[in-house]
């Protein structure tokens, strides 16, 4: 069985000096913060996921188009994108956690998959049923059949280096085999309006070694920005189609799409050495980072569009923020890492991880945020299935989100380390256990929690410790290292002690929506202020410039969390006008205890008022 590996490298790759990822195998999660998310994710959202998918009628598709029964297809163009997604969170969990209910409920489904497929190895049952085969790729900007092909190659790899079957391998080398003879010059010259087939033939060209997987993924990278969307007649910069990747200076249009594309060019940048593109994606990922991205790690300004706003345009009320676009960007960070090294990328992910992705799932593991604000009104309307003042809910008709949250959370293990060089590198602090080779790493943290992470090791080993940004006064066995780096160390047993001070975070000017206002952070968690902890009106908050901000742990509350208490004012001491003007009465309000909760834990009690970001009184 090859081994479970959540992104690989090709051998060629590896020899130019990139890290390697470890085998899902060989890193593994077994307690503290991540522990129980995994559990809930394997225990209670993926079965709940099947059946969302058949009450959904996703299933109910592939059936119709394997023969089996009879009626229309059910749901959106890309309704079989769910289904692929499931099938790879299941088959990671089945590598990180075997059963036998799980294995069976694999098998049946890829063999409806398997039925379903055309003998040129087409395969989408929506435009089968809807369009037969002379409705084939007649609207790739909306059909979404490369975008529903890439999650099927992704489960398909899965599930191949996790339960050893190829069932659906099979099927996904005749559907790549039948993109190759279809599209490229010469041939059929077309992109899907929604990217996410490069990443996946670059992944299928590392499990099989079929160049021409390879050279298809470069060659839908390459075609992007060339006019052909807008031929057609839609509006390219949404599309991510507007600038060619290589020319390309910041990310635009639909966040998903526009990460997800700059994701598989990573990928074809580090199977392919070409340092233009990387260089030029480096260019993009640090503008988005800049400029574009939220202090949540979220990604994506405007409801309009899923998109990107402009630089700056980041309002906290109206924050689109989608969950998978954080677990876009967080796949992007990890490839951006493995092809340079650099610990900014680590921290990235870890932001992203922490705050943007985990906010879109409940504690309980099955309720889900599409949309992630900074910031929601006591009483806010819910006017829109996707809208935040709902609560977290267990499925939507655009259900891209939940199964995208059980394929990260099954799959996590695999972005806690990897080798390169002499040593091992750790870039996520979390307890469980690392197999590099011959020896074997245990980790004992109650990170984010607590900054002491212990590592010991079954024999001395070279490790390369990520030490983020935040943790200045950082020390390694008693000596201090210098943040935003890696710190190198050789032994048998290492201390490493990252100080969780808190942080007041000034919003950067140039966001109007928040000028003048402070976020609180703590290690790599960043804070809210929630109705529930308030008697005070959360709308009319204000904190006090000189309180200090203390940090105490509840075992009791929300699953146990670090929470921030400091001190504020509630109210302007004003009426509500459209002419008002500040003076130092309006100065004037009740001084209030503020408790602030991690961000990730909001709405888990009731819905009400929340902000990340708070104006100094």
């Known amino acids: 069985m090859t081994e479970a590996v959540t992104t690989s490298l090709s051998p060629a790759a590896a020899t130019r000096g990139h890290w390697q990822p470890l085998g899902l195998g060989q890193s593994k999660i077994t307690g503290g913060f991540w522990a129980p998310r995994q559990l809930r994710n394997g225990e209670s ?26 009626g229309e297809a059910i749901g959106p163009v890309f309704a079989d994108s769910d289904v692929y997604k499931w099938l790879e969170a299941a088959a990671w969990e089945y590598g990180r956690n075997p059963s036998d209910d799980l294995l069976k409920r694999i098998r049946d489904l890829t063999a409806v998959v398997a039925a379903a497929q055309r003998e040129d190895g087409y395969l989408d049952s929506v435009v089968q049923l809807r369009f037969g085969d002379e409705g084939r790729y007649q609207q790739l900007v909306w059909s979404h059949e490369h975008y529903c092909a890439g999650h099927l190659i992704q489960a398909a790899v899965a599930q191949v280096r996790c339960t050893g079957d190829r069932a659906l391998l099979d099927v996904a080398i005749k559907l790549a085999d039948h993109l190759v003879a279809t599209f490229g010059d010469g041939k059929t010259v077309d992109v899907d309006g929604h990217p996410v087939i490069e990443m996946a033939l670059v992944e299928l060209y590392r499990e099989t070694g079929t160049t021409a997987y390879l050279d298809q993924a470069k060659w839908f990278v390459d075609a992007r920005g060339h006019g052909i969307i807008k031929n057609h007649g839609h509006e390219p910069a949404y599309f991510s189609d507007r600038v060619p990747v290589r020319e390309a200076t910041s990310v635009e249009g639909h966040s998903v799409r526009a990460v997800y594309l700059a994701a598989g060019a990573t990928d074809v940048a580090l199977e392919t050495g070409d340092t233009d593109l990387l260089d030029a994606l480096k260019r993009q990922f640090e503008h988005m980072w800049s400029t574009k991205t939220y202090v949540t790690g979220g990604l994506g300004a405007r409801w309009e569009g899923e998109a990107f706003g402009d630089e700056y345009e980041l309002p906290a009320d109206r924050a689109y923020a989608e969950t998978c676009a954080a677990i876009g960007g967080i796949q992007w960070a990890w490839r951006m890492l493995l092809a340079t090294g650099e610990a900014s990328y680590a921290d990235a992910l870890e932001r992203m991880l922490y705050n943007g992705f985990l906010a879109g799932v409940s504690l309980k593991g099955s309720e889900y945020f599409y949309v992630n604000p900074l910031q929601l009104r006591g009483g806010a309307l819910a006017d829109n299935g996707r809208s935040p003042a709902h609560g977290r809910r267990g499925w939507f008709d655009c259900a891209c989100c939940p199964p995208n949250i059980m394929r990260t959370l099954a799959s996590l293990d695999g972005y806690l380390a990897t080798t ?51 943790a200045g006064g950082a020390t390694v066995n008693g000596s201090p290292v210098e943040a935003g780096t890696y710190a190198r160390v050789e032994a048998d047993a290492v201390d490493l002690v990252l100080p969780l001070a808190t942080r007041v975070v000034g919003a950067d000017p140039r966001v109007d929506a928040v000028r003048g206002c402070v976020a609180l952070e703590r290690g790599p968690l960043v804070y809210a202020v929630e109705q529930a902890d308030h008697d005070a009106n959360v709308d009319d908050l204000h904190l006090l410039p000189e309180a200090s901000v203390a940090a105490e742990h509840v075992d009791g509350l929300l699953d146990g969390v670090t929470v921030l208490r400091t001190r504020g004012r509630s109210g302007t001491g004003h009426q509500p006008g459209w002419s008002f003007t500040p003076t130092a009465a309006d100065q004037v309000g009740d001084e209030v205890d503020v408790v602030a909760v991690p961000y990730y834990a909001w709405a888990n009690r009731e819905i009400g008022a929340m902000r990340v970001w708070l104006p100094r009184a």
């Open 420 to 470: 390169g060089g002499d040593a091992v590198q750790i870039h996520q602090y979390a307890a469980g256990t690392i197999v590099a080779g011959d020896v074997t790493l245990t980790v004992d943290t109650a990170y984010p929690w607590d900054g002491a992470v212990h590592i010991s090791a079954s024999a001395p080993v070279a490790l390369e410790l990520r030490i983020p940004a935040w």
């Open 45 to 70: 959202a993926i079965p709940s996921g099947q059946d969302q998918l058949e009450t959904a009628g996703n299933l109910q598709n592939l059936r119709l188009a394997a023969g089996i029964g009879e």
